[in-house]
């Protein structure tokens, strides 16, 4: 038998052309390109870009974007069944739930002709803002806001949230937030998914597998856990001693840590500065502050102290730009999801290209 891999730590278990991860020099490409590139493009043209391996032309993008702008209602039946739901649970249980509907929902869900998956596909992105939104507001009581046709996705997910047209800064923090969250090679979501596109099981399917992956405090779930611990610690003089206890009690720090990065996460860096020119037109610096103080006392202890390569992950600020841009906490993982949807269609594409079902041995102990 082969040595056993906890974790299956270091093991590669494909090729891919979709991303590549440099942990040592903090380098991330979709398709080959930096993701300081296509941080600035719109959300769709990344979105295409994973789906189709190829940046979209002007033509190509503007089909794209009406595609997915024709797609982002959910039908009538759908809302009344998510009214039925028993909102006292996650919203990412809930979002899992209505994703299962859209299948449900949807006739083409058990074809798999290159046709009905580029249309499952484009579905899918178009439809988890509106059921993000739709849900939350919900919860309160509140009617889901039509999605309006002249914003972007990102754009448009925050008003059918809110009902107010987001500021230009808040719309552009929105767009990167989902491309920076859009593809991160075999993370362990886009594993499940990949393992389940490999039984030939469908796009929804396997979507699904994908977010009850994202789910947990280790991986998607970071991000909420990152927002909860701003909260916590409710002073930046508070910051040391909140810190020390924790690592004292052997808890782990949300948003810190990386299975693959060495050194400063590279979504963490823009994330950073999208959240450093949110404090700055709020007007309020205390969550950038906050943040910003409990990386350089983690710098100290992770780094200096403990020589452990330990730095803010994509989660510590993309969690500071949540609190600017007044997201509720519950909705993080969600919205994480979002972004990622499109890196896990990628996926299962690329599976079902040049499939062989995933089935590692485990030994008898
Ligand atoms: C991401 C993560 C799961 C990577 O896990 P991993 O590769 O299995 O690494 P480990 O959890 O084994 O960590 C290695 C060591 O660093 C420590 N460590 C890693 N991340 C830490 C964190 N965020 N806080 C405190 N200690 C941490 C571990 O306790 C362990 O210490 P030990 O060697 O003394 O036992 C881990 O860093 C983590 O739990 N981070 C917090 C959750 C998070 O932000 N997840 C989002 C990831 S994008």
């Given at each position: 038998m082969e040595e056993m891999k906890k974790g299956l730590e270091g093991v590669v278990a494909l090729d891919t052309k979709i991303s590549f991860i440099d942990g040592i020099q903090g380098i991330l490409m979709y398709r080959g390109i930096k993701i300081e590139e296509l941080v600035d493009l719109p959300y769709d043209a990344v979105s295409y870009l994973l789906i189709n391996g190829k940046l979209p032309d002007e033509t190509e993008l503007s089909e794209f974007s009406r595609e997915i702008k024709n797609n982002r209602n959910i039908n009538g039946k759908q809302i009344e069944v998510l009214k039925e739901?028993?909102?006292?649970?996650?919203a990412l249980d809930g979002l899992r739930t209505a994703i299962s509907c859209t299948a449900h929902f949807d006739?083409?869900?058990n074809y798999h002709s290159p046709d009905a998956n580029k249309n499952k596909s484009i579905k899918l992105v178009a439809k988890f803002p509106t059921i993000v939104a739709a849900l939350h507001r919900a919860s309160f009581n509140q009617k889901p806001i039509e999605p309006n046709e002249e914003l972007s996705h990102g754009a448009n997910f925050l008003y059918m949230l809110t009902g107010r047209i987001p500021t230009e800064l808040e719309a552009e923090a929105m767009e990167k937030d989902l491309i920076l969250s859009a593809e991160h090679e075999l993370n362990p979501s886009t594993f499940a998914l990949r393992i389940a596109a490999s039984t030939l099981s469908d796009i929804y399917s396997a979507v699904i597998c994908g977010l009850c992956t994202l789910k947990g405090p280790l991986h998607g779930g970071a991000r909420k856990g990152v927002m909860d611990m701003l909260d916590e610690v409710s002073s930046i003089e508070n910051v040391q001693s909140y810190v020390l206890g924790k690592l004292e009690r052997k808890e782990k720090i949300m948003g810190f840590g990386h299975r693959?990065?060495?050194?400063?996460?590279?979504r963490a860096r823009i994330y950073k500065d999208v959240a450093r020119r949110l404090s700055i037109e709020n007007g309020n610096s205390y969550w950038f502050d906050l943040a910003e103080e409990l990386e350089h006392i983690l710098f100290h202890e992770f780094?200096?102290?403990?020589?452990?390569?330990?730095y803010p992950n994509v989660d510590f600020y993309s969690a500071v730009v949540y609190k600017y841009l007044d997201?509720?906490?519950?909705l993080a993982t969600s919205i994480f999801a979002m972004g990622r949807v499109s890196g896990w269609i990628a996926h299962c594409m690329e599976q079902y290209d040049d499939n062989k079902v995933i089935r590692p041995r485990a030994h008898f102990v």
């Open positions: 739901f028993d909102f006292g649970f996650d006739l083409e869900n693959v990065y060495k050194t400063l996460d590279p780094v200096e102290v403990k020589g452990k390569p330990i997201i509720p906490a519950e």
